[in-house]
């Protein structure tokens, strides 16, 4: 009997265990489900405000999308967009009325190929009904490429009479120069010919009035002479030259010259034996010899020329053309390149601005400076071939 209340009392004891066992894993199982709804809640709430969100984000891109399009078909400018299977995606009026053919999900490269009739210049596009359209494109993320079209008809026929009016201008005033420059010797030929034209006139009167009348009519055809070079500018053939055959061409016309004035040539040429530059040999020659006799005058008997060259890099060369005269006067400097202007009482005024003209049509620079002499420097830089060829390419001068 009392084996039996023990057994009772043990399997009461675990039931109680048992039960208070369930009691704390129901109460945590109510904290762990309180705790979840509030998680709940929370992501909930989140979820609302994400949503929200987005429907604003979406809300704005709308209302900007909107925007854009009002934009793109207002704006003047052609605007098309190009898929990455070079198909027209997108487009507004302007465009439509710039390219006849325009369609969506055509090739914009036929569209292109039937509209386009010259591409004088990257981005610049002569179109086959005469309009000159700028053209300027930039790829888009995942999407092929936007392109912005200006039609610059107008705009460039505007150009072209300003240019024009420029041109007639600059004509004028050349003329102008001209006839100015031409008046004082012509008008001195004139009065030594009827001079000539005179009975009882001794034979050296008459040798005296001809030798005037021939220094002025050649001073005329001087002056034009060099206005025809300098109006044809860039007008030459070009092939590959040696620089060393130009200013050996050059020294050989001014050689009498030279010695006349006993002048003394200091060539110093030995840097650019082998470079070659691409250009026109008698216009360099004939720009060089200009230079050298413009030291020449200045200079006076006796004066130094020195010539001398270097190259810079791999694709620029420097000539240097310079003397010990009285130099260049620092407030002619700025203008001694302008047209007409001279400081001698005979001088054309044209024979820097044909250098000048003639290097430029080469691609290069020209700049004055006072020389390491005293005098007057004259610097050119001209670009050379990228290649450099062996002596025996081509027949060579020998610079003395």
């Known amino acids: 009997m009392a084996e039996l209340r023990t057994g009772q009392a043990d399997e009461r004891l675990r039931l109680e265990q048992a039960f208070g066992l369930f009691n704390e894993l129901s109460e945590r ?9 509030n998680r709940v809640a929370e992501l909930t ?11 604003t984000e979406q809300a704005q891109k709308e209302h900007l999308a909107d925007q854009l399009g009002v934009l793109l078909e207002a704006l003047p400018a052609a605007i098309v967009l190009v898929d990455v299977r070079d198909r027209v995606d997108r487009f507004n009026p302007a465009a439509e009325q710039l390219f006849s053919g325009l369609a969506w999900g055509r090739r914009w ?9 010259a591409e004088p210049s990257p ?22 490429r936007i392109l912005v079209m200006v039609d610059m008809t107008d705009q460039r026929r505007l150009q072209e009479r300003l240019e024009r009016q420029d041109r007639l201008s600059a004509m004028g005033e050349m003329a102008a120069q001209l006839a100015h420059q031409v008046r004082t010797p012509l008008s001195t030929s004139v009065l030594y010919a009827g001079q000539l034209a005179k009975g009882g006139l ?6 005296q009035f001809s030798e005037k009348l021939l220094d002025g009519l050649r001073h005329t055809e001087t002056l034009v002479r060099e206005m025809l070079a300098f109006s044809r500018g860039g007008n030459f053939s070009s092939s590959p030259i040696y620089l060393t055959d130009a200013v050996t061409t050059a020294i050989a016309g001014l050689k009498p010259r030279v010695s006349q004035m006993q002048a003394r040539l200091l060539i110093d040429m030995e840097a650019v034996e082998a470079c070659r530059l691409q250009g026109n040999l008698d216009a360099l020659a004939g720009a060089f010899s200009n230079l050298i006799d413009n030291a020449l005058n200045h200079g006076g008997e006796g004066v130094t020329v020195r010539i001398g060259a270097t190259v810079v890099d791999e694709l620029t060369l420097v000539l240097s053309i310079e003397d010990d005269g009285p130099g260049i006067d620092e407030h002619a400097l700025p203008r001694i390149f302008d047209p007409f202007f ?58 003395s």
């Open 202 to 207: 001794s034979t050296e009167q008459r040798q």
């Open 45 to 55: 709430d989140e979820l609302a405000q994400a949503r929200q969100q987005r429907r």
């Open 29 to 37: 199982l109510a904290g762990a489900y309180g705790q979840l709804e």
């Open 109 to 117: 490269s036929e569209i292109q190929r039937d509209a386009v009739a």
């Open 342 to 399: 001279t400081t001698r009482e005979r001088g054309t005024g044209l024979g820097l601005a044909v250098v000048q003209a003639v290097v430029l049509e080469h691609g290069g620079s020209l700049r004055a400076d006072v020389s390491g002499l005293g005098g007057a420097c004259f610097e050119i830089r001209l670009p050379l071939l990228a290649e450099r060829v062996d002596e025996s390419v081509l027949p060579r001068k020998q610079v």
């Open 123 to 144: 981005g610049d596009w002569c179109l086959h009904d005469g309009r000159r359209v700028n053209v300027s494109q930039r790829p888009l993320t995942d999407r092929g």
